[in-house]
Every structure is written in C-alpha cells, then in structure tokens.
C-alpha cells in the first residue's frame, strides 16, 4: 500500500520531464526555422537545388558549383536584409526584427560565407571567380546608393520598374549556369543557352511575387515593382504569361532537339506549380507565397530524381 503513492509521484515526474523535453524542442525548432527563413539560409539550400539541376540538364560532371552558389546566395541575401531592415519593417516586421537583433552575426556570417566562396572558386579558374563575383556587383550597383549621388538624375536599378527584377534574375541566371560550366571547362553548347534562359524566367517569378508583400513598403521608398504599377491582378496575369514563355522555351528545346523530353517533363512540372502558385497571390498570404514560389526547385528535382530511383 505504501508504494502506491511513490509510484503515482514517479510517473508524474516522468510525464513532467517529457512535457519539457517536448516543449524544448519544440521551441528550438521554431527559432531554429525562424533562422533558417530570416536569414536567408533557404535560398541557399534552393540555390544549391537549382545548380543541381543545371549540372544535369548540361550532364556535367560534379564539381563545387552548387556550394558556392549556396554561399554567394546566403551572402547576398543576408546582406540585402540587413541593408533593407529599415524599410522591410513596414512589409515584415518579424524579419525585420530578427535581423535587427542578429545584424551583427548576420553581417560577420555573410561575409565569411562570400569569402570561402570565393576561396573555393579560385580553384576553378579565372571564369569561375569571376561569376562568383558576379551577384556581388550585381547587388551593389542594384541596391546601393551611390549611383544618385554620382548623378541625381539616375536612379538605384532597384527603383525602376521591370529593370530592377531583370538585373537580379540576370545575376543569378548567369551564376547559375555559368559557374558548373566554368568549374567543368565545358563548352557552351545551344543547351547551355536554354537553361540559362530558363533560369532568366524562372528567377524573374521568383523576383516579382515577394514584391506583391510589398507593396506599401515599396511605394513609400519609391521602388516601382509590376505590383506597385499595374495592380496584383495585373501581375499575375504577367507572370503567367512568363509562365508560359518558359512552357514554350522548353518545347522549342524539345523539337530542336537540344532537351531531352524526361528533363522537359520534369522542367514543366515545375512550370505546372509555378501557375499554381502564381494563381494565389492577392489571395492568400504572400509570404507563404514567397516560400512555395522557390519550392518549384525541388518538384523539378524530385522529378528529374525520380525515374532514377524507380529504375
């Protein structure tokens, strides 16, 4: 009879100890995710995907492409945030205050991530490092604000309408291919000209639907986004129609024979999603949005992943 009570005070202590076990990791993976999306960590892990995936439509040999591309993409981004944290208040204030708060660390691991890609890139050549200094000298004559102090009359790339999305879906279309091709020493071939005009549409989607956020942001400094001009339906009509532009690239590289139709069906998989996404925006919460849009990179991986498996 004694024991009963020692028994209930046991199990009330371990069901006690697996509450906090719980409720630990809970928390830890929810500041862990946060970091994972405020800092821009993701959009490496993606840009990683998405070197992935040029590598096989070109059939390249592996090589250190996607990890420095993974570098320069959390680099750029972690400083791009930093840079706009003032201003990103108005559209997400929760990533803006993280930043602020991590500004420092932000700004130190950046700059440690932009250095070790730069490191790893010498080993592939004078082309290499050059791309890989590419996205950085895109991002400084995009964001920064020396070109209206050098003339008032010209404005931040980033504040003209269409141009500002074009110069960042430039960098990274350029980056993306050029640098596999440059660690491979492979030719350019008409099939490198179709994945980097593939990358070219996809990242220009992927450049206009955060904007869609923001909005109120965006016109209170002046930036003028597809969004911002024409209206969200508008938008969405024009994304579709890039959309269906790449749709038409990648059969066009199918009849000419410069894509084979697997990597095609796996290409217009993504395309499939991309509309899907593209449909909800002004409908449902942008910066899940923001999210699904670069998840069309792993549907095009799993796809082109696939059949392998299965064989």
């Known amino acids: 009879m004694s024991q009963e009570p020692t028994y209930a005070s046991d199990e009330r202590g371990a069901n006690g100890r697996t509450e906090r076990i719980v409720e630990l990791l809970t928390s830890t993976g929810e500041r862990a995710g946060t970091a994972l999306v405020y800092s821009s960590a993701y959009l490496a892990a993606i840009a990683t995907v998405e070197v992935a995936i040029a590598m096989a439509l070109l059939s390249l040999s592996p ?14 981004y972690t400083n791009d945030r930093v840079a706009d944290a003032d201003t990103d208040a108005v559209s997400d204030p929760e990533r803006a205050a993280f930043v602020r708060r991590h500004r420092d660390a932000l700004y130190l691991l950046a700059s440690i991530a932009y250095g070790l890609a730069v490191a790893i890139s010498v080993l592939g050549g004078p082309v290499a490092l050059a791309v890989t200094l590419l996205p950085g ?3 400084v004559a995009y964001a920064a604000d020396w070109i209206p102090n050098v003339s008032p009359h010209v404005r931040r790339l980033k504040e003209v309408l269409v141009v500002n999305s074009l110069v960042v879906a430039l960098a990274w279309a350029t980056t993306l291919t050029a640098l596999p091709v440059a660690f491979t020493d492979a030719a350019i071939t008409p099939g490198t000209a179709v994945v980097f005009a593939y990358f070219l549409l996809r990242s220009f989607v992927d450049t206009e ?4 956020g923001d909005i109120e942001a965006d016109r209170a400094i002046g930036v003028a986004t597809l969004p911002v001009a024409f209206g ?9 129609a890039v959309d269906l532009l790449t749709v038409v690239l990648v059969a066009a590289a199918v009849v000419t024979g410069v894509l084979a139709t697997g990597p ?11 509309l899907v996404v593209t449909g909800l925006l002004g409908r449902v919460d942008t910066d899940a949005l923001e999210l699904a849009s670069e998840c069309e ?3 095009v991986a799993a796809a082109l992943v696939g059949p392998l498996l299965v064989a």
């Open 209 to 212: 639907i955060p904007n869609v």
């Open 63 to 76: 090589n250190p492409a996607p990890v420095v591309v993974g570098l320069v993409t959390f680099a750029v």
């Open 297 to 299: 990179y792993l549907v």
């Open 232 to 240: 969200v339906p508008a938008t969405r009509r024009a994304l579709y």
């Open 264 to 274: 095609a069906v796996a290409l217009g998989a993504g395309v499939a999603y991309s």
């Open 137 to 139: 000298v895109f991002w």
